[in-house]
C-alpha cells in the first residue's frame, strides 16, 4: 500500500494548499489507492521523521522499501505509471517533466516569496518595501507564462500531464494575481475542473482535524 504523510491541522488559510495535494492529484490520476499518514504538530521534527524527509516537510512518500520526498519527484515518478500524467510520446514525457522542473523552479519561487509577505510579514517595514520589488518578480514570471501557454488548453498544446498538475497548484497559492492573466486563470480552473482534483482536494481537507 502507498502511504502519504500529511499534517492533522494546519490554519485555514493553508488548507487546500499543502503540498501532498500534488500527490493526492497524482495518484488519483494514476488511479492508485494510498492512506494517508496524519502527523501531529511536532511529528515533523522528530528524528525519526527527519530520516525519512530532511527537512521535516510533507509528503513522505512510501511503497515497500521505497521512501522519496520532494513532490516534484514524487510526481514523476507516479508519473512512469500512468500516461495520464506522462505520456507514451517520449516528447511529450520530456515536455511534462519540463514543465514540472519549470513550475517548481522558474515560477513557484517568487510566487512564494510574495506570498509569504503578506501571510507573516505584512506588519513589518522591511517587507512592506520589499513587496513592490516581490510583485514585479513575480509578475514578470507569470507574464512570461502566460505567453508561452497562448490559447491552448494545456502547457504542451495537446493534453493534461503532470506538468500542469504541478503549474495549476502552484498559480493556486495567489488566485488574486493569476487573475490578472485570463488565459491563466481559465487554464486553473480547467486544470482544477477534473474529478482527480477533486477527490484529492476532499480527501485533503477531510483529514484535517477540526480546530
Not at 515560477?107 to 520589499?130: I, M, N, T
Not at 485570463?182 to 480546530?211: H, I, K, M, S, W
Amino acid at each position: 500500500m502507498i502511504t502519504i504523510s500529511a499534517f492533522a491541522w494546519v490554519p485555514d488559510f493553508a488548507r487546500g494548499q499543502v503540498r501532498d495535494l500534488r500527490v493526492r492529484w497524482a495518484l488519483e490520476e494514476a488511479g492508485l489507492a494510498y492512506e494517508a499518514r496524519l502527523l501531529e504538530q511536532g511529528d515533523q521534527d522528530t528524528e525519526a521523521y527527519r530520516t525519512l524527509q530532511p527537512f521535516g516537510q510533507v509528503p513522505v512518500y512510501q511503497e515497500g522499501d521505497l521512501t522519496l520526498f520532494e513532490t516534484g519527484a514524487i510526481v514523476l515518478y507516479i508519473g512512469e505509471r500512468s500516461e495520464a500524467l506522462l505520456p507514451a510520446n517520449a516528447a511529450r514525457r520530456a515536455k511534462a517533466s519540463q514543465w514540472v522542473i519549470a513550475a517548481l523552479n522558474s515560477v513557484e519561487p517568487y510566487v512564494a516569496a510574495f506570498a509569504l509577505l503578506d501571510l507573516f510579514y505584512a506588519g513589518e517595514e522591511w517587507a512592506k518595501l520589499r513587496r513592490p520589488g516581490a510583485q514585479e518578480l513575480m509578475h514578470k514570471r507569470l507574464a512570461g507564462l502566460s505567453k508561452a501557454l497562448g490559447d491552448e488548453d494545456y502547457l504542451d498544446g495537446e493534453g493534461f500531464t503532470a506538468g500542469d498538475l504541478i503549474m495549476s497548484t502552484v498559480l493556486r497559492i495567489l488566485p488574486e494575481e493569476t487573475a490578472r492573466y485570463g488565459n491563466l486563470e481559465a487554464y486553473v480552473q480547467r486544470c482544477t475542473a477534473r474529478p482527480a482534483f477533486r477527490r484529492a482536494l476532499d480527501a485533503q481537507l477531510g483529514d484535517f482535524r477540526p480546530d
